[in-house]
Nanobody, 120 residues
């Protein structure tokens, strides 16, 4: 089936780092554009970062200079490297991607999310 699975979340102190992974099912032929979103307690879901199939990236102002989005096309996996983490980064992080499978492109597919908690 078409699916994405996030991993790498956890508890870290302020100033720490985490790397999140978003892996596509082995049946997926290709990941096209992909993004990371997050939803903090009591807040709406927001776009964190996006990377296109050509490697162009965009970041939310709140994470610019601290987070880096990347991808490994051979492994069909995307990443979000998070440095200098702040308590306000605490949220459930979701990956979202357009996936190609069986000659069809499936748009806006979501993973189940991984929890990141930044606290001392």
């Amino acid at each position: 089936q078409v699916q994405l699975v996030e991993s790498g979340g956890g508890l870290v102190p302020p100033g720490g780092s985490l790397r999140l992974s978003c892996a596509a099912s082995r049946s997926i032929f290709r990941i096209n554009v992909m993004s990371w979103y997050r939803q903090a307690p009591g807040k709406e879901r927001e776009l964190v970062a996006t990377i296109t199939s050509g490697g162009s990236t965009n970041y939310a102002d709140s994470v610019k200079g601290r987070f880096t989005i990347s991808r490994d096309n051979a492994k069909k996996t995307g990443f979000l490297q998070m440095n200098s983490l702040k308590p306000e980064d605490t949220a459930v992080y979701y990956c979202n991607a357009d996936l190609t499978f069986g000659g069809i492109t499936y748009r806006d597919r979501w993973g189940q999310g991984t929890l990141v908690t930044v606290s001392s």
